[in-house]
């Protein structure tokens, strides 16, 4: 009877010890999750101001702002027929000296001409070549096509009107791709990586898309403390229209 009352004291001390133990241990570290905000502005994925090195009269504008284009059609065109001729010209220069070095190299066979002769031939050839080269390039610009699927920005010129050499003619940008461009504190790469996921509300229409972060920022603002980062929506759509802005929201849980 006694060992029993003992073994029930000495289990009672026990848990109590026990208990003791539990409560002078740290706690064990709470995880909460908030959301944290930045500001965001659409972008689109490529954009471009194009010009040409030729001056001739516009004869063609097909599209007007913001008209849409398929890769490939023709932007603008202009009346080229003076390149033209010009290089008709330099084609026939460049066959006529081609003429020259082939019946001097065969008059070099015979000994009727001399080895320099035939150098001076050959380089006089290379040299009209390469003018009607540089001419075909310029009939090139004659037709300005589409580098991709886009969209009509502005239109700097009219029809009829001969825009100087290197002038801005119009402005395009890609509509095939958005993109989404964030400044964030710097502090955040410690947790943001590409592949995060977000949330961007836009203010133009309301609308709350998913995006994920693509790339990170090569340097770190110093006066500044942020960084650029560039997101993707997951889920494009025609109504999204770079030049919008909204708030893209990251759900972060830290320690």
Known sequence: MLRKK????????????????ALSLPASPSFSAENLQVRAVVKAYASATISVTISARVKALPFREGQSFRKGEVLVSFDCDRYIADLRAKKAAFKARALVAKNNTR?????????????????????AEAVKDGQAALVKQCKIAAPYD?????RLINTHEIPAPNQPLFKIIDRSKVEVKLIV????LVWL???TPFVIHLDETGNVLRARVTRMGAIVDAVSQTVKVTGELLSPSNKVLPGMSGTATFSYTGS
């Open 6 to 21: 003992t073994k029930k004291i000495f289990v009672r001390r026990a848990a109590f010890l026990l208990a003791g133990c």
């Open 107 to 127: 008059l070099l066979r015979h000994q009727a001409v001399g080895k320099n002769e035939l150098a001076v031939s050959i380089s006089q050839m290379a040299e």
């Open 150 to 154: 886009g969209k009509m920005v502005e």
């Open 185 to 188: 504190p710097s502090r955040w």
């Open 193 to 195: 990586k590409p592949n």
